[in-house]
DNA sequence: TTGACAGGTTATCACTTGATTACTTATGGT
DNA sequence: ACCATAAGTAATCAAGTGATAACCTGTCAA
């Protein structure tokens, strides 16, 4: 609810607030969706005016648009971030520990994640479908660029929507409510999992 | 007097009636998810009257916990039916593909599948989030059961997620969008893809 | 100094939404 | 036959929604 950034006494130049509002878009779609989302909560989020928020961005579907473009933009970057570093081999176990990290990295800040996972739920609403349809065909490219062949590429995402899924559904952070879910949460966050605990934690507190 | 309104449809039984409009509430918030729908979509979709819906079922909260647990419920049952017809043995794969072709089924009425999506990334609303955990918790006990250990069930578990976004954001429906999308679905759905497109057909045409 | 423009806000609107209240009318048991 | 009860609806409400219009004001070049 609180601005994460105090309400500028100054004012600053268009491109700068766009950036700020982005941010603050980011924040509150990854809390409650498209739907669950007012632009009122948008602007409170980054501490502006309701109507400067429409303004900036046209209607309320541009600017999840936006944040969704720029979201799954920011996730298929970090993969391929990591691919850049040195050359990739798909049969070395090493390297696919190397995009794990790539997503304990993501899972710093979920709200790329929830962004996403929110958009591709969306999918009803047809632009947003659309938009989901090339944000996740272009994760898909990035790591079928690494030559590891379309199976191994599903596998990998498949991997990445439950964890993905079990964030949203804050499963981390109710680690204990039931043995099962311990099982599962150990099960699939495995090496990330401390990543994983200290996000919730920080989450929590603040 | 004044009849000013057309003669009453027929009544039904509380419990009939109660079916009904759960189902129509499974259809429209399939369509829209928990946010996006209103309870007047719901009366609509059902044919009543908007106050009437809300009488059920108390609030739109309830209305949709009870959605979301009655989806997840017939998913783990659609997978315990399986396990229930003859002995399931984790090392045979066919015994896998039987369990791929109860998904198919649930492929047939995807509302089930879209309502646990939307239920598990509305996991921002507390008593959703606490349903959501407990509904994924049932799914990886059932699948569990077949003693298979943690990981080859978090495996299934994870494609099956892959699978519900991918018909969340409409891929089938698109197909030709893209080449990578194209090779996405093939190689997601693999020999249930048939049936997605069946579906997908059908569902587009009414 | 000034004035024009970019960076904002307040006021307002038409519409939607979830929920409450009060009312109407089939239906079945006696 | 009758009426209590259950099955519904119409009317209404306060709050919230996205968007528009009108207005204000810091900042900077000339």
Redesign the interface.
Known sequence: MSPRTAPTASRMSAEDRRQLVLDAATRAFA??????TSTDAVAKEAGVSQPYVVRIFGTKLDLFLEVFTHATGRIAAAFQRVLAERPFDPDDDADWARLGDAYTELLADRDFLLVM??G?????TAEI??A???G???I??VI?STGCG??R???F???G??LN??I????PE?AQ??A??T??I???FGDTLPAVAAASTARQSG
Request: aromatic share 6%; net charge negative; glycine share 12%.
């Open positions: 809390r409650s969706g498209y739907a669950g996972m929110h591709f739920t969306a999918g009803g479908g659309a989901a349809r090339a996740m065909a272009g898909f490219d079928r379309d199976e590429a599903r596998e995402i498949a991997q929507m439950l899924v079990m949203a559904m804050q499963a109710h409510e039931s099962s879910l099982a599962l150990t099960c699939a």
